[in-house]
């Protein structure tokens, strides 16, 4: 079965990227894009964009309603990208999300439409699946190996710290490490933030350098003896596999899924 895609935010980093791939896979077909300053125009006729000949739309209904259209691909900002979802289950088409910034609540009120409509959907604010991989060895890692510091790198444009990757990771951990204080009882912060965020008695810590584009190290201590998980993305093609799997899976799916974690097995 032909898939068929319409992907908003096709100028940016990740938008240009899912174009490419979407447009080379045989099992998808993009119909259309999404750009709120090029409404009308042909993507051939937009700088930026891949030389395609399909139309662009300003409008989601107005695209929803002229081209066929079964998932929503959605690589803009949170706050558009709510937006863009909400309408996309008012016209039974799946989103397939990696913006990210979506607040607690927001999940939350967008898998109740989900479950209402019984439509798939995924949020995934890490489509790498190597990413995805760390973080399940450092869950398996973390039963054994308890006193765990979590450093993770990103480019020095990103506004959120410490990386939705970071957080995942110390909340999967915590779900299996045995609770406790890592460090000295006693050790002091000469310069405030010195030792990273406390997370569970764990600590992250945040890089922001221009170069960087998305990199976590997992570090566990023992006796006698350290463990380094390391995953870095180079470039935004290491996206890519994660956004096909979401847009093939999403179709056999009738509620949300928040994380590609939760798809991998
Ligand atoms: P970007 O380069 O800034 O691209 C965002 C694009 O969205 C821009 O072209 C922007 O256009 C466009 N846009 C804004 N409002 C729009 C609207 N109403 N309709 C259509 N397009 C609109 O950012 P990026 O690096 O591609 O990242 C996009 C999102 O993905 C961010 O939330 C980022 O954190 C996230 N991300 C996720 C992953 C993952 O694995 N899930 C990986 C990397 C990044 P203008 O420039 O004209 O405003």
């Given at each position: 079965?032909?898939?068929?895609?319409?992907?908003?935010?096709?100028?940016?980093n990740?938008?240009?990227?899912?174009?490419?791939?979407?447009?080379?896979?045989?099992?998808?077909?993009?119909?259309?894009?999404?750009?709120?300053?090029?409404?009308?125009?042909?993507?051939?006729?937009?700088?930026?964009?891949?030389?395609?000949?399909?139309?662009?739309?300003?409008?989601?209904?107005?695209?929803?309603?002229?081209?066929?259209?079964?998932?929503?691909?959605?690589?803009?900002?949170?706050e558009?990208?709510?937006?863009?979802?909400?309408t996309?289950?008012?016209?039974?088409v799946?989103?397939v999300?990696?913006?990210?910034?979506?607040?607690?609540?927001?999940?939350?009120?967008?898998?109740?439409?989900?479950?209402?409509?019984?439509l798939?959907?995924?949020?995934?604010?890490?489509?790498?699946?190597?990413?995805?991989?760390?973080?399940?060895?450092?869950?398996m890692?973390?039963?054994?190996?308890?006193?765990?510091?979590?450093?993770?790198?990103?480019?020095?444009?990103?506004?959120?710290?410490?990386?939705?990757?970071a957080?995942?990771?110390?909340?999967?951990?915590?779900?299996?490490?045995?609770?406790?204080?890592?460090?000295?009882?006693?050790?002091?912060?000469?310069?405030?933030?010195?030792?990273?965020?406390?997370y569970?008695?764990m600590?992250?810590?945040?890089?922001?350098?221009?170069?960087?584009?998305?990199?976590?190290?997992?570090?566990?201590?023992?006796?006698?003896?350290?463990?380094?998980?390391?995953?870095?993305?180079?470039?935004?093609?290491?996206?890519?596999?994660?956004?096909?799997?979401?847009?093939?899976?999403?179709?056999?799916?009738?509620?949300?899924?928040?994380?590609?974690?939760?798809?991998?097995?």
């Open positions: 079965m032909m898939i068929k895609i319409v992907i908003a935010g096709p100028r940016g990740m938008g240009r990227e899912a174009v490419k791939m979407v447009d080379k896979e045989l099992g998808f077909q993009l119909t259309a894009v999404v750009d709120h300053k090029y409404n009308g125009f042909r993507m051939k006729d937009v700088e930026g964009m891949e030389p395609l000949d399909l139309p662009v739309y300003e409008d989601m209904e107005a695209c929803f309603q002229q081209v066929s259209c079964d998932v929503l691909i959605d690589l803009t900002t949170p558009v990208g709510k937006k863009h979802m909400l996309a289950f008012e016209y039974g799946r989103p999300v990696g913006t990210t910034g979506f607040t607690d609540v927001d999940i939350e009120e967008l898998s109740a439409i989900a479950e209402e409509k019984k798939g959907a995924i949020i995934a604010p890490n489509f790498a699946i190597g990413a995805i991989l760390l973080m399940k060895f450092s869950r890692a973390a039963k054994y190996m308890s006193d765990v510091e979590i450093i993770e790198q990103h480019h020095d444009r990103k506004l959120d710290a410490p990386s939705g990757t957080v995942k990771t110390a909340q999967l951990i915590a779900e299996v490490r045995d609770p406790k204080k890592q460090g000295h009882p006693e050790e002091v912060e000469k310069l405030a933030g010195a030792r990273g965020a406390d569970d008695g600590r992250i810590h945040s890089v922001r350098l221009p170069g960087l584009v998305a990199h976590q190290e997992v570090l566990f201590g023992g006796e006698g003896q350290s463990l380094k998980l390391r995953h870095d993305s180079f470039n935004r093609t290491s996206f890519m596999p994660g956004v096909k799997l979401a847009c093939e899976t999403v179709m056999e799916l009738g509620v949300l899924v928040y994380g590609l974690e939760e798809i991998i097995e």
